[in-house]
């Protein structure tokens, strides 16, 4: 498995992506556990606050009715109650009643107030009729807060908040009676039910008698039937006040149901680890089409390149891939090329091995009775000087030298012999065309005894003489300039005849660079030697104007790449 794993791209990148999802599986798995512990603080502070408030807001409402019944019972009154003695029908009745519309203007939640003494006799009543369970008739010497059922025609229980009343006399407190408030619940359960708010909370307000004497529930916990249900439940948090007055309060709230804090971030952790996955199904995905896949192309291609040699990939892509690809066409392309380099070359190769033998066998015709040829040249001088004829005994001993150049053995002279081989043929263009034409042949004194292939000039200057100046009526010059500059020796041959239109240069371009198809025998000859002989290490270029001239010029190294010997070495090495 391992091997296979190393041996493909596609599979280390899958098993890079497996530990990248344990690790974020690991991370989401603590972040989870993270957020619950949160959401048990979270939940656990709000029970501890709603707790809190509700006690507050006991206390608060306790103060309130205090300070009412306070003001109820003032200490003129409480002597009067004292005394044992009943208000109904006085003038502190009415007094204390004015006080109660009071009170109740501002406290519309409190339905009556009765007045008892110490005896637990009502002796003033006020409000709506009351009717006091047996089990709440007794005297109180400390403030209670407790919840009953007061009102004969009314089937719902009420607070009722009994306020044991103390006078002073001679510096002693002393209780001379009880104030009883009888309460709606909805005030303070209003003030409970305002507690919870949006919060997945629930709030109980339970007595000794009545267990359930309020239950407000929020948010997710609407649907719970009691506060008992909770306690048990391990997504609950629960709490419960001390009794107060005979009331205790306990709140409940629910873990997840009050997440609203770790909310955000729980979601926050959920979105990223589906974009993660997201992701790396896209990554893998990518790595497929845009790697594995195309490098599964490439290597089929390669397998059939052999079969299909014109075939190419032709990825239109500009990455790595797209590079690789491009560079692999560009590699078949230029092997192509090669190969089709080869093939010319063997045809050139067999052109050139060709037109060797047709100039050894030229050669061979030259080579025929040569000592006739020189002694007939010899006599003709001879009868000349006899005649006195020196010109044409010069000229005939000009003639005699250039045919001993022709069929000397060697393919290699100097630039020295081809020199004084064209003063040789400058002679007898002379004397042919009686001094109309000039040849003139100048060379630096080091490049005279460097290698140079015979009969090298003469074929250029022949071509200056018959094509450029012949048709001419005026005289003509022909000027041969050879030089040696850093390592090469340079060659310019111009003559002043009538030039060539644009399209016959053209054409003699052409010939130069194709000699194997040119008609011109010389041009072609001299081209096919020179790549024989120096291969692609020489230059020729040619320019002409019409009735201005020719100019050729020629760029050739120091030195003979090869003897002359035909070998298959050297006809390769001429091609390429």
Known sequence: MIRKIKNSILLQMISIIMIILVILTGVFIVARRYVRTVAEENAENLADNLLRQADNALSIYEDMLRYNAAYLCRFSLVDRMGEGTSLMGSSAEAQISSYFSQITLKNGEIRSAVLFDTDMNEIASFGKKTTFPEQQRYLRYEEDLNADYYFEDIDDFFYAFYYPIYSTLNGQGHLTGMCVFVLDHWTLDGTILNL??????????????????SWYTGGSLTDA????????????????????????????????????????????????????????????????????????????????????????????????????????????????????????GKIRLYETQLAQQEMEILAYRNQINPHFLYNTLSCMRDMALIHDEDDIAEMAMALSDIFRYAVKGSNIVTVRDEIEYIDKYAKIIDYRFMGKITIDVNADEEVLDKPVIRFFLQPLVENSVFHGLE?????????????????????????????????????VRYQLQNPGES?????????????????????????????????????????????????????IDAVN
Request: aromatic share 6%.
């Open 519 to 571: 008609a011109s025998i010389g041009l072609s000859n001299i081209v096919q030697r020179l790549r024989l002989f120096y291969g692609h290490d020489y230059t020729i270029s040619i320019d002409s104007k019409t009735g201005e001239g020719t100019r050729i010029g020629i760029s050739i190294p120091d030195h003979i790449k090869d003897s002359g010997e035909r070998n298959a070495d050297t006809f």
């Open 471 to 507: 048709a001419s009526v005026d005289p003509g010059f022909v000027d041969v300039r050879i030089s040696y500059a850093g390592g090469r020796i340079e060659i310019e041959i111009e003559d002043d005849g009538c030039g060539m239109d644009e399209e016959t240069l053209e054409g």
């Open 225 to 344: 039937e009691s506060m008992d249900s909770l306690k048990t439940d391990p997504d609950i948090v629960f709490r419960e006040g001390d009794w107060q007055n005979g009331i205790r309060i306990a709140t409940a709230t629910s873990i997840v149901g009050n997440q609203e804090r770790s909310k955000a971030l729980r979601q926050l952790i959920v979105v990223a680890f589906s974009l993660t996955l997201a992701l790396l199904a896209f990554i893998i995905l990518f790595s497929y089409t845009q790697m594995a896949q195309p490098l599964h192309k490439i290597a089929r291609f390669i397998d059939r390149t052999m079969r299909h040699p014109d075939d190419r990939l032709g990825f239109k892509r500009t990455d790595d891939v797209g590079v690789v690809a491009a560079r692999l066409d560009h590699m078949l392309d230029e092997n192509q090329k090669m190969l089709q380099e080869v093939r010319d």
């Open 196 to 213: 919870i708010g949006m919060d997945s909370a629930a709030i109980l307000i339970s007595d000794s008698k009545h267990l359930d004497l």
